[in-house]
């Protein structure tokens, strides 16, 4: 009963087991692969790559391996997508013809038919041949770098990578592949002395090493480095881009020749100096941009390229030197409130710094700082005045590092300031035609209409002296007057004669004649200046109007300059010395004028301007203040109180159209106690007034 069970039992299970295989779906193998990528020859010991790619009819992934014909196989690849490339490499390690096949399998295992075969040949690879003995020095200092060169050739012509066995336990890296036989050349040191054996060795772009060549020797010469320097020797002190001189010396323990360098403290380093013996010192040259502290020290090396340590440091203080203080601001001297007006300065810098300027307007306002400019050049700012008054214009000026100078002196400039009477009646008599000078720190006055040769003086311009009621020479009128050699000096004009008669006093009351008739015709209103330590007289009326000039060092021998200078005879003009040259203004030469000449020589002149500003006129009167000309009343067709001045002779700006003082001629002007004076002339009367200004 139980056998029959058991075999019913059977029968059900093998059922069951037929019926479950026939449901399942059965595995197919890979396609056989194809080998896609490879080279059909080479050489031994050499690796080359294959590539080869199926596809699984069931879309499974696939792994591939190659044979290699060689009696090995590679390893199952990694499974990748099927139909993605897979790509193995081999080495080949004897010559023939391989036949190289490509088998797949899936993922159940299931394998391929192996691929149609890839055919590569392999051929024998053969090594370079030895390097040449290597050639080189024979002997070096310890620590030299020295070169070494040699070649090897390839029986397959192929390139090669040359190494070096220094002999010391060294060996060089391979070299770039160079052509067969091409020559390699490689550098070293050795840092002990002794003899070495050098020896190269070649290896071709395949890897393949030669055997190393025959040696080559070295003698190694134990070389020292030279002491260090001594601490170098200079200036402690000194100042921007100013050039320095330092010097050091060192010996050699070898005896060599040697070489010195210097770091200078500022992040410069010198070239390496001449070679010297050693023992021998050696100097350079440096220069500092800006101050501070420095440390200067010294290194040597002898002539295998050995340093020394550096030397012990000396120092070096670099000042920096404050800028010049700039010279007097230029600009008006007199102008109106609220108008702006121009100022213009420079400074240089010692050390050569660029350098910015403010102005110091003397109404309480500064400016601010102007841009840096090269040492030297001239700045220019603008200001404007709201109140009358007297103003001394100042400047200061800063380098970039922030130095500052002293101010300068102060340009006076008078806003709205009138002329100032200092008496209305001096002590002389009311006149015109009379001198002016300054001299012995006072206003003196001499001669003039109606026929004067009395003498003044005044140190205030209020209190006046009579030095003498009748000088040595004639009562007279429109003669000039100069101060020279330390003396008050009359020359011609007319004492109901015309004169050349030069005069001179040293107190202005005992008076010695130069000359009864110098070489100059006898004339008037003619004018007289001191240039090049010399007396000039020049133009004037002698009966006809002049234009020759004279000249006289001690006021007995003349000598003419010129018979007809360049500017038309005249006289009744004013002359003035300014910016080293003499000058002529104005003038009667049949008509008025108001031309303006000048000349550095007396001889050649050249005409500033045919047409200065002021209106054509004579018997003005002329001086220099504030480094301009001035211009001041006169006759143009009628008496004038206007005033003018120029920096340049050729542009002139009005200071005031009516001065307080009348309008007047041939009276006098003279620059005392930094004031420009006016004393009498012709208004219609004689006049013996006195004003000054500012």
């Not at 050639?135 to 070096?140: K, L």
Request: charged content about 20%; aromatic content about 12%; some cysteine.
């Amino acid at each position: 009963m139980v056998n029959r069970f058991l075999k019913t039992a059977l029968v059900l299970l093998s059922t069951a087991l037929v019926l479950y295989t026939g449901c399942k779906k059965k595995n197919t193998k890979p396609d056989k692969p194809v080998i896609t990528a490879g080279v059909s020859s080479g050489r031994v010991n050499v690796s080359y790559e294959f590539s080869a790619t199926t596809t699984d009819p069931d879309g499974d992934s696939i792994s591939i391996r190659f044979d290699w014909n060689d009696g090995d196989t590679s390893d199952w690849s990694n499974y990748v997508v099927n139909g993605e490339t897979i790509k193995v490499s081999h080495i080949w390690q004897d010559s023939g013809t391989y036949s190289v096949r490509a088998q797949a399998r899936d993922k159940k295992e299931a394998t391929s038919d192996w691929s149609e075969p890839f055919t590569i040949t392999i051929i024998a690879n053969q090594p370079p041949n030895p390097p040449a003995t290597p050639s080189g020095p024979t002997t070096a200092f310890k620590d030299s770098l020295c070169s070494f060169k040699t070649g090897a050739t390839d029986p397959d012509g192929d390139s090669v990578a040359i190494r070096f066995d220094w002999g010391d336990g060294d060996t060089s890296d391979w070299s770039p592949l160079v052509a067969s036989a091409e020559t390699v050349s490689l550098s070293h040191s050795w840092q002990t002395g002794g003899t070495y054996a050098i020896r190269a060795q070649g290896k071709d772009k395949y890897n393949a090493v030669s055997n190393w060549s025959g040696p080559f020797e070295i003698t190694i010469i134990a070389n020292r480095a030279p002491n260090p320097p001594a601490t170098p020797t200079g200036p402690s002190q000194g100042r921007k881009d100013s050039v320095y001189t330092f010097s050091t010396v060192t010996t050699d323990p070898d005896g060599d020749a040697v070489c010195y360098r210097f770091a200078f403290g500022d992040g410069d380093t010198s070239d390496w100096t001449i070679w010297v013996q050693s023992g021998t010192p050696s100097t350079i040259t440096h220069s500092y941009q800006n101050s501070g502290t420095y440390s200067v020290k010294a290194q040597a090396k002898d002539v295998n390229e050995v340093l020394s340590s550096w030397s012990n440091s000396h120092q070096i203080v670099i000042t920096n030197f404050l800028p010049d203080t700039p010279g007097t601001p230029s600009g008006p001297s007199a102008g109106f409130r609220d108008t702006s007006y121009n100022f213009s300065v420079s400074a240089t810098d010692p050390d050569g710094d660029s350098v910015a300027i403010r102005f110091a307007w003397g109404d309480g306002d500064t400016s601010n700082w102007s841009v840096y400019v090269p040492s030297g050049q001239t700045v220019t700012m603008n200001h404007s005045w709201r109140d009358s008054g007297i103003y001394y214009v100042k400047a200061q000026a800063k380098d970039k590092e922030g130095s500052v100078s002293s101010w300068s002196s102060g340009h006076q400039i008078a806003i709205e300031i009138p002329w100032r009477l200092a008496t209305s009646s001096a002590g002389w008599s009311p006149r015109y035609g009379h001198t002016s000078v300054v001299f012995d720190n006072k206003i003196w006055v001499l001669g003039g209409y109606d026929y004067r040769n009395d003498v003044w003086y005044s140190s205030d311009g209020v209190n006046w002296t009579r030095a003498t009621a009748n000088a040595g020479w004639s009562p007279r009128y429109v003669h000039t007057s100069v101060v020279f050699d330390n003396k008050i000096w009359i020359l011609g004009g007319d004492d109901g004669s015309r004169r050349n008669d030069v005069w001179y006093s040293s107190d202005g009351v005992n008076w010695t004649r130069a000359t009864a008739n110098a070489g100059w015709s006898p004339r008037y209103q003619h004018t007289s200046v001191v240039f090049d330590n010399k007396i000039w007289v020049l133009g004037g009326h002698d009966g006809s109007r002049r234009n020759d000039v004279w000249y006289s060092s001690d006021g007995v021998n003349w000598t003419r300059a010129t018979a007809n200078a360049d500017w038309s005879p005249r006289y009744g003009h004013t002359s003035v010395v300014f910016d080293n040259k003499i000058w002529v203004l104005g003038g009667d030469d049949g008509s008025r004028r108001n031309d303006v000449w000048y000349s550095s020589d007396g001889v050649n002149w050249t005409r500033a301007t045919d047409n200065a500003g002021w209106s054509p006129r004579y018997v003005h009167t002329s001086v220099v203040f504030d480094n301009k000309i001035w211009i001041l009343g006169g006759d143009d067709g009628s008496n004038r109180n206007d005033v003018w001045y120029s920096s340049d002779g050729v542009n002139w700006t009005r200071a005031t159209a009516n001065a307080g003082w009348s309008p007047r001629n041939a009276h006098t002007s003279v620059v005392f106690n930094n004031k420009i004076w006016i004393l009498g002339g012709y208004d219609g009367s004689r006049c013996n007034d006195v004003w000054y200004w500012p």
